[in-house]
């Protein structure tokens, strides 16, 4: 028998690295960038602009000009360029100044930080990487079917700002099996990881809570929800969720994802789709949608409450019933290591699947409790 | 992340510190080998139902994962190997893996 000294454990806190993931990272719907003026996203430490050409092809540069500094946010778009607004140097999206209307001809030298971008299924996508290197093919974000589909809704996308926080707290969620029944309302009955390569993998199933009013198609009784989703690279997430009830499956994709303004505070966004039901209105489907993303908004604010006031700890204490934090934070650190560095360790699959026994048997007398409390409550008026 | 810089603003300088699981301290994970591919794993099992599998380089010494359709816009479609499964199981019988609920 081992024994350990009793004395209150430390919470041990890494120096945050002053780097940012690399990667694919969404910054929200792309037709929001196309109304041929310049935007403003403040991410991965600086400051970008982001505009749309003629052709409806978007661009992202650093904003800063290169000749003095002006702000590009703040120019115009001319001839598919972005003309900066102290001097009207015309910068193409590629990176390189394109003409200056008063000067016989551009000098050496003139180029500037350029993004790649990916403009897929509705959302727009920079690349991010430290070591300058083009995006990798193997990580690429996969295509969604129904984001383009008559069969399904559009995209009904939710954007929040988080301060005084890192963005790996919300990665953490990818293992925290308990936290889902504490923080977003569900009862999980399966859960099991899989990280593998760039991609990390949640299984979960859950169960209705009978002292939580989870939306349902008018007096069907939801049997199961069922969850499979995956973070593709550091910061995207797809999650393939359906809603089994009795008459029916309700199927949505649920977008999961955020970009770092700085070390310190991101952008979490979440954009929902739902599969239009047979005999339903469009609008039908979209109210739907709408009532499933603001569910899941309640979820995800709560969420943030949490982030906002933890401390951030290297050495979670953890029982048996959680999750792989540590494997998933091993995982992560891929990107925020150079290619050449990455580490076997960090893109071997791992798996890890939970033993639900115990947390079944305290929920489920949990939520019962806090029914009979709410019938008693009800009861007393 | 923990990431700690030798040489401050010198980013080639970052090394990576991974930690370990601190459930690993008591309870290492053990390796173990499949009885249908022969892939070396290392597992642990803290119940009956809970497992945690390690794989090592590439899989396509699986015979499952090389028969698994490939991955759906929600990731891999291999949740895992029924015959590794199995195997695992057997060494919980042998007494190879222990089930650290059956030690208390
Ligand atoms: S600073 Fe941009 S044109 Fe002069
Ligand atoms: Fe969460």
Redesign the pocket.
């Known amino acids: 028998m081992t024994t350990v000294p009793d004395v209150p454990r430390r919470i041990e806190t890494d120096p945050v690295a002053e780097r940012y993931a690399r990667g694919w990272h969404c910054l929200g719907l792309s037709d929001d960038y196309r109304d041929g003026s310049p935007h403003q996203v403040t991410a991965f430490g600086t400051k970008l602009v982001v505009w749309a050409d003629a052709d409806g092809e978007i661009h992202v540069l650093d904003a800063y000009?290169?000749?003095?500094?002006?702000d590009?946010t703040q120019?115009t778009v001319k001839d598919g360029n972005i003309a900066?607004?102290?001097?009207?140097?015309r910068w193409g999206g590629d990176g390189r100044c394109k003409q200056?209307p008063y000067s016989r001809r551009v000098p050496l030298r003139a180029r500037t930080s350029s993004w790649p971008t990916l403009d897929q299924d509705g959302m727009l996508f920079v690349w991010n990487d430290p070591e300058g290197n083009p995006p990798i093919e193997e990580q690429a974000i996969p295509r969604i079917p129904g984001a383009t589909s008559d069969e399904w809704t559009d995209w009904h996308w939710y954007s929040i700002r988080i301060d005084g926080s890192n963005c790996r707290e919300i990665v953490d969620n990818v293992v925290d099996m308990a936290h889902f029944f504490y923080v977003h309302y569900s009862m999980p009955t399966y859960f099991k990881n899989v990280f593998e390569g760039h991609v990390a993998t949640q299984y979960m199933n859950g169960a209705e809570r009978a002292d939580v009013a989870i939306p349902s198609e008018d007096g069907a009784e939801l049997l199961e929800i069922r969850s499979t989703a995956s973070y593709f690279g550091p910061s995207f997430m797809i999650d393939d969720l359906v809603y089994e009830f009795d008459t029916g499956d309700f199927e949505s994709i649920l977008i999961n994802c955020h970009y770092p303004i700085d070390t310190n505070s991101f952008v979490l966004q979440y954009g929902i789709i739902v599969k239009k039901p047979q005999g339903v209105s469009d609008e039908h489907a979209a109210a739907s949608a709408k009532t499933m993303g603001d569910f899941i908004k309640t979820g995800f604010e709560q969420d943030v409450e949490i982030w906002q006031n933890k401390a951030r700890i290297d050495n979670p204490l953890l029982c048996e019933e959680d999750g792989p934090v540590y494997q998933l934070r091993r995982w992560y650190q891929q990107f925020y290591t150079d290619v050449a560095d990455v580490q076997a360790e960090m893109t071997d699959r791992f798996e890890f699947e939970l033993d639900m026994t115990r947390p079944a048997e305290a929920w489920s007398r949990e939520v019962a409790d806090n029914v009979a409390r709410r019938d008693e409550a009800a009861g007393a008026h | 992340m923990a990431i700690r810089t030798t040489t401050p603003g010198n980013e080639k300088a970052d090394r990576p510190e991974v930690r370990p699981d601190v459930r690993l301290e008591t309870a290492p994970m053990v390796p173990v080998s499949c009885e249908s591919c022969g892939i070396t794993v290392e597992a642990r099992k803290s119940s009956w139902e809970q497992t945690s599998i390690q794989w090592h380089g590439d899989l396509d010494g699986c015979l499952e994962r090389r028969a698994a359709p490939p991955p759906t816009i929600a990731g891999t479609a291999f949740r895992g190997c029924t015959a590794l499964r199995n195997t695992l199981s057997h060494a919980v019988d042998r007494g190879a893996l222990p089930v650290l609920t059956e030690s208390e």
């Open positions: 000009c290169r000749h003095m500094g002006g590009l120019g900066c607004p102290f001097h009207d140097w200056i």
